[in-house]
């Protein structure tokens, strides 16, 4: 079945730093691929997405390649702010009617000032 | 409305007592979801509701579980005889339709605590 593998934290980063949370995913055809964030005590918000190889999502800094080859999505950020702290889950969705996500475990990121 | 709204956002309730957790999806939104997410793991799938079509129960983990939509719309995910195994985060998400292009809208969650 499908399934996403994403790097365990927490990843613990100072202020304007680099900022890496690897993502690969196992899956049949080519499914779409997303980023969520949660933030301390609120619910999942959808940070970027892509719909097919190679396209690229980005929203609020961050940004993140469908590489089909290597099968993975991985999140960048060039210079993380103490508000990016909080949990980061990749996700993939088959294009198929009827899907659902499958989440990664979550990475933890922890940005201190 | 304007997102996706969870009834009631903190739940305690004793062992053995059933509970029932809401959501009201995004206005016009066929597909809903429901997810769990325990302390410290990642998200697990719970169901699926996509329109008139019989729901996804695959990730419902026994029959003490058990969800319904009604008019399309409002869902209802009920636990029976709640045990402490059951204390998590419960998370509603909806979706225009083809939520493998678009993603989901999550709601806040409700917590529930068996205690």
């Known amino acids: 079945g499908d399934s996403v593998t994403q790097m365990e934290g927490p990843v613990t980063l100072s202020e304007e730093a680099f900022l890496t949370i690897n993502c690969t995913y196992t899956?049949?055809?080519?499914?779409?691929l997303f980023w969520y964030v949660q933030y301390p005590g609120e619910g999942l918000q959808l940070l970027l997405k892509?719909?097919?190889?190679?396209d690229k999502g980005s929203n609020k800094g961050f940004e993140a390649t469908y590489r089909k080859e290597t099968t993975s999505f991985h999140l960048e950020k060039g210079s993380v702010q103490v508000s990016d702290s909080a949990v980061y889950f990749c996700?993939?969705?088959?294009?198929?009617?009827?899907?659902?996500?499958?989440f990664g475990g979550g990475t933890r990121v922890l940005v201190k000032p | 409305g304007a997102g996706v709204s969870q009834s009631p956002s903190n739940k305690v309730t004793e062992k053995g007592k059933d509970v029932e957790l809401r959501c009201d999806p995004i206005?016009?939104?066929?597909?809903l979801y429901w997810y769990r997410q325990s302390l410290g793991q990642g998200l697990e799938f719970l169901i699926y509701?996509?329109?008139?079509?019989?729901?996804?129960k695959s990730g419902l983990p026994s029959d003490r579980f058990s969800a319904e939509r009604t008019g399309g719309s409002v869902s209802t995910l009920t636990i029976q005889r709640t045990q402490q195994e059951d204390s998590a985060v419960y998370l509603c998400?909806?979706?225009?339709?083809?939520?493998?292009?678009?993603?989901?809208?999550f709601g806040s969650g409700t917590r529930l605590t068996v205690v």
């Open positions: 998400a909806s979706s225009l339709g083809q939520g493998g292009f678009d993603g989901y809208t």
């Open positions: 899956a049949t055809g080519y499914p779409s």
């Open positions: 892509a719909t097919k190889a190679d």
């Open positions: 996700a993939l969705a088959p294009r198929a009617a009827g899907n659902k996500l499958t």
């Open positions: 206005s016009g939104h066929t597909a």
């Open positions: 509701f996509q329109g008139n079509s019989a729901p996804d």
